[in-house]
């Protein structure tokens, strides 16, 4: 079973993090931040990843170090589970509908982080988290997980839909990618010799 264990602690957070690549989709997410519980939850279930997250931050300020930190601590247990990739499909992609939305992920777990973000969220606020905060755990789980990520919504018009729909599609693309290649188990998916 590919499992890890993580703590992570700051001046701004102190963060607890248990993930199995190999699981069901069970999830135990508190981080004091509501919606962003909820999204972590549809993370786990549509990755398949178990994940349990316990995350005590500065809420008094605001949720930004929070979800960001979040997104740190997770993206370290997911690099440290992969390890050199080898066995791994690499690659993953969704097209996420959701009522009125449609949003798309493309991942690559490539060991070379970056961030493509086309995403308009009407709304500032869903819940007691802000909207722009989406992007910054994704920027952090793909910076401390190795992750070339494509994230865009494509249309909609309702915040929830949209947010929800591209935490959906890429749980169904890293679900995609880090799944074990069934005609190429042992082999490191480069042709470099290295990710």
């Given at each position: ?27 135990d ?71 009125e ?44 997980a ?40 042992s ?9």
């Open positions: 079973m590919r499992q890890a264990s993580l703590e992570r602690q700051t001046n701004e957070t102190s963060i607890s993090v248990e993930i199995n690549l190999d699981g069901t989709g069970r999830y997410n508190e981080t004091g931040v509501g919606f962003f519980d909820h999204m972590l939850d549809q993370l786990s279930r549509h990755s398949l990843i178990d994940m349990k997250v316990r995350t005590e931050g500065d809420l008094h300020i605001d949720a930004h170090h929070t979800v960001e930190d979040t997104g740190i601590a997770l993206g370290q247990a997911i690099s440290q589970v992969l390890g050199d990739k080898r066995g791994i499909n690499r690659y993953g992609h969704c097209y996420l509908p959701m009522d939305t449609l949003s798309r992920a493309a991942l690559d777990l490539s060991n070379r982080p970056f961030l493509v973000w086309k995403v308009n969220i009407p709304s500032p606020m869903l819940g007691d988290m802000d909207t722009e905060l989406a992007q910054e755990f994704f920027q952090a789980l793909a910076q401390n190795g992750i070339t990520l494509h994230i865009e919504n494509l249309y909609g018009t309702n915040s929830h839909h949209i947010v929800e729909s591209i935490f959906k599609a890429v749980a169904r693309a890293l679900r995609m990618a880090i799944e074990t290649d069934a005609r190429s188990s082999a490191l998916p480069s042709t470099k010799g290295a990710l």
